[in-house]
């Protein structure tokens, strides 16, 4: 691969921060390199933006629909996800799977992801062939053509997905569980990938509706990134996706807000193939543009990032009541959810992990973390950002996030900094802030042994119970002793 300066400025700015964050040294001085881009919205609506990177003679193109599962049909819940398989069908000049002979023909790649949010597909091919992807990317927006074989064959891969995804690893019920009991009004209490019941219930004619509804011009965000000329760009895209008519109808938004949750709330789950308990804690964060959204992701580094991390440390090293334990801060546009889950030892009962969990999070809560441990912490994941800056897709990515779901381009170059400013004092307020007794749903993930074993037990106590209701103060049976 050929490198210009550019690149080369990157990846010695990554290695400088690799080399800070080995030697405990503080990030708060390092210059960062911006991304440099254009933005226009055109007449239909669809805002176009554009990085220039001649690095490479590759280019990444990607559309982002704001449309994702929060943006399901009632009884549809899985519908995003299957829709971005359907994209991948024939269109009004392409067959079926033409995507690919496009991109990996010419040594390139294509690829799509779903989340709550958004729907997002991108390409990297040769430079030469920006054309031919922004007019395939035109033709899947304004002539996507679905028949009832293909349509079906793509939901019994969905349904397979579910399987592989959620019934077969033995803690993937738990994933599902974190996602849709976190929740209690708003869609995000759907999961992404759906239930086979609401899969099984859609027909061709949700699927055209779905379309029309979601994937149009003025719901879409153009994002290239690479080795182009921009006059070029633009005379590509007049003349590809300009002419692509807004619709009349307007753009259906989701208004429900999630409540605070105002108590503790708990749930147990018995599940067949589990070899050992597991636990999770999730407790409801603000949205991902809010200004706590980089203390959070510093406080996850620092609980749960490698094995220095104060997780391993305590509950794997020292305590060994845990096999795994994790720390995710799942931010979402309109509100987020930060999850701990936990894999006990063996031999180990979910109380205990529970306890020693709940026990670092309040060190955290009770005094301000060591300043090597945070800038340990931001050199993480300034460099893991950077890390994907080095590559045009990766560029895009961090655009088209900025420009979407932040709702601001310009925060791919602000968001670092951001980061890179956070402070002790900040992680201990988030802490203190969003982690407390009433934002609290704890999950059990119990193997199905167990709960064979509750509820002996269970009957043990109600036999006993009634033993004893039946005897008398001198253990004879009866009403008054003789």
Do not use: C
Not at 95 to 116: H, I, Q
Not at 275 to 299: C, H, Q, W
Request: hydrophobic share 40%; glycine share 4%; net charge negative.
């Amino acid at each position: 691969m050929i490198q210009g300066k550019f690149a080369a400025r990157l990846t010695l700015a990554v290695l400088f921060l690799i080399s800070v964050a080995f030697n405990g040294t503080s990030v708060a001085q390092v210059s960062l390199p911006r991304i440099n881009f254009q933005e226009r919205t055109l007449p239909n609506g669809m805002r176009v933006l554009s990085a220039v990177d001649h690095s490479s003679p590759t280019v990444a193109i990607q559309v982002w629909y704001h449309v994702g599962s929060k943006d399901d049909p009632a009884g549809r819940s899985g519908f995003a996800h299957l829709f971005e398989h359907i994209m991948f069908k024939a269109t009004k000049n392409m067959k079926s799977e033409m995507m690919d002979r496009l991109t990996e023909d010419v040594g390139g790649f294509n690829n799509a992801f779903t989340n709550p949010d958004v729907t997002v597909y991108y390409e990297v091919v040769p430079s030469n062939y920006l054309e031919t992807l922004l007019w395939a990317e035109a033709d899947r927006l304004s002539g996507l053509t679905v028949d009832e074989p293909n349509f079906k064959f793509e939901r019994s891969i969905v349904e397979e997905e579910y399987r592989q995804s959620y019934l077969a690893p033995p803690y993937g019920m738990l994933e599902y569980l974190i996602e849709q009991q976190s929740f209690t009004r708003h869609p995000y209490k759907r999961p992404t990938i759906g239930s086979i019941e609401d899969l099984e219930a859609a027909s061709l004619e949700n699927v055209r509706a779905f379309h029309e509804t979601f994937y149009r011009p003025d719901n879409a965000t153009l994002i290239v990134a690479g080795d182009f000329d921009p006059k070029q760009l633009d005379v590509w895209v007049d003349k590809y996706l300009s002419p692509i008519p807004r619709p009349a109808i307007p753009l259906p938004r989701v208004t429900i807000k999630e409540p605070e949750r105002t108590a503790e709330r708990r749930i147990t789950h018995y599940a067949a193939n589990v070899p050992l308990p597991a636990i999770a804690l999730t407790y409801l964060a603000p949205p991902e543009k809010s200004a706590d959204a980089e203390p959070l992701r510093v406080a996850a580094t620092i609980l749960a990032q490698g094995e220095s991390s104060r997780l391993y440390r305590s509950l794997i090293y020292e305590q060994q009541v845990a096999q795994s334990a994790d720390a995710t801060p799942d931010l979402r546009e309109d509100a987020s959810v930060f999850y701990f889950d936990v894999v006990l030892a063996s031999g180990k009962k979910p109380e205990e992990g529970e306890r020693a969990l709940l026990a670092e999070i309040k060190k955290m809560q009770d005094a301000p973390v060591a300043i090597a441990e945070l800038d340990k912490a931001k050199n993480q994941l300034v460099t893991d950002e950077l890390r994907q800056r080095e590559t045009s897709n990766g560029k895009a990515l961090a655009l088209g996030s900025a420009a979407v779901l932040l709702g601001d381009p310009n925060r791919v170059n602000t968001d670092l900094g951001k980061l890179q400013k956070v402070t002790a004092a900040d992680v201990q307020r988030v802490m203190k802030k969003y982690f407390t007794d009433a934002n609290r749903l704890v999950i059990y993930y119990l193997p199905e042994a167990a709960k064979a074993k509750a509820t002996s037990k269970m009957i043990d106590n109600r036999n006993q119970e009634r033993t004893l209701t039946g005897l008398g103060t001198s253990g004879q049976k009866g009403g008054e002793a003789k």
